[in-house]
């Protein structure tokens, strides 16, 4: 499928919301139901938000799926106070569902997960992990149960693919409106994806700048 550069993605994104399109709930749905058709109903799900969008993604697919009947837990490392105005909101509609408000969790206690939503960093990480996000990376990894990523697996660049530490291993990686050039390389970003999955939110990006 085709990939584009973060530049790219970043500009189409850029453009649609100008245009006055609201993204972050359409990919939060569009998570929510890649879930809902991968899992039986009131299956655990541990959604993990990152300090940015790809976060209030995940918090927006978080929202739908716990009213849908999913057992959803949420943790939030960074605490909700620097989230974007966007996934501020998206935080606010998670707590407003029902949702427990918690900052950090010890994913060695208790039963595990059904599956892993990773919305830590997307295509945002441009620098190597620091201990708190390892920390937190090997711990999920640790837990051998599917993980589903969001835009690209957390500890991977996505323009290059290198690793920026020890990344995500996802069963499956849900890009939104494009598929990053870092996962269509050969190295470390495409073995961390897993099956790659787009979802263009409606957005259209110029296929003449495609790489192929």
């Given amino acids: 499928m085709p990939s584009y550069s973060v530049a790219q993605i970043r500009l189409a994104e850029q453009r649609a ?3 006055g399109r609201i993204l972050m709930p359409l990919a939060g749905a569009a998570a ?7 899992l039986p109903a009131k299956a655990s799900v541990l959604a993990l938000a990152g300090p940015g969008n790809n976060g209030g993604d995940a918090l927006e697919a978080a929202t739908l799926l716990l009213a849908r009947g999913f057992d959803v837990h949420v943790v ?7 989230l974007p105005a966007d996934a501020a909101r998206a935080w606010a509609g998670w707590l407003a569902a029902g949702g427990q408000a ?3 969790d010890d994913l060695t206690e208790g039963p595990s997960p059904d599956l892993v939503m990773d919305g830590l960093f997307g295509i945002g990480l441009n620098r190597p992990l620091d201990a708190k996000w390892q ?4 711990a999920v990894n640790a837990l051998q149960v599917p993980v589903l990523a969001l835009d690209v697996p957390s500890g991977i660049e996505a323009d290059s693919g290198a690793a920026l530490g020890r990344p995500i291993q996802a069963r499956w990686t849900l890009s939104f409106i494009a598929v990053s050039r870092g996962l269509s390389l050969p190295g470390a970003g495409r073995a961390a994806a897993g099956a790659c999955h787009v979802d263009t939110l409606g957005v259209v990006m110029p296929a003449d700048s495609a790489d192929r």
């Fill in 17 to 19: 919301l100008a245009s």
């Fill in 32 to 38: 929510a139901n890649f879930v809902t058709a991968r």
């Fill in 76 to 82: 939030l490392p960074s605490g909700p106070g620097k």
């Fill in 102 to 104: 918690r900052t950090h």
């Fill in 135 to 138: 920390s937190l990376i090997d």
